[in-house]
């Protein structure tokens, strides 16, 4: 477990008062959580009305797929477990409506104008590992 965090939480289940926070960022986390629903409610439970969420998770395609044994793709250095508990594609956005987000899908290389620009920031492939998710929790009244 990190030292370097002020914060630390299991995010199915935040001791934190319903409607605590006007945003929350996700980052990388989703796909090692064993109750992805279950999460993602927590962060709608403790965002305001029209409060946002950016959800960033490792897309690889269009479906999501649970994993039911390990997967051998990190790089040698790099030294965190091997495996992912699911593996995203792009229905992550209807995972998170199903929850009861708003739910914008951005694709990073929309943001640069040039492909000179995305080459530069090795956003030229036709692979979605870079997509966020902003989600917003609809107002209430």
Not at 12 to 19: G, K, N, R, T, Y
Not at 37 to 46: D, F, I, M, S
Not at 67 to 72: E, G
Not at 78 to 107: H, M, N, T, W
Request: charged share 25%; proline share 4%; glycine share 8%.
């Amino acid at each position: 477990m990190r030292n370097d965090v002020s914060f630390k939480a299991d995010i199915q289940s935040l001791d934190v008062a319903d409607a605590s926070y006007g945003g929350v960022i996700c980052a990388h986390v989703l796909q090692d959580v064993p109750d992805e629903a279950k999460a993602t409610r927590e962060v709608l439970r403790v965002l305001q009305p029209g409060g946002w969420a950016l959800f960033s998770v490792p897309i690889r395609g269009a479906v999501t797929r649970e994993c039911d044994q390990p997967m051998s793709v990190r790089a040698a250095w790099d030294k965190r477990p091997d495996e992912f508990i699911r593996v995203y594609g792009l229905d992550f956005a209807g995972r998170l409506q199903s929850c009861g987000f708003e739910v914008e899908v951005i694709e990073a290389k929309s943001c640069l104008s040039t492909s000179d620009a995305l080459v530069k920031h090795g956003l030229a492939n036709q692979i979605f590992t870079n997509v966020l998710f902003f989600c917003k929790k609809p107002d209430q009244g």
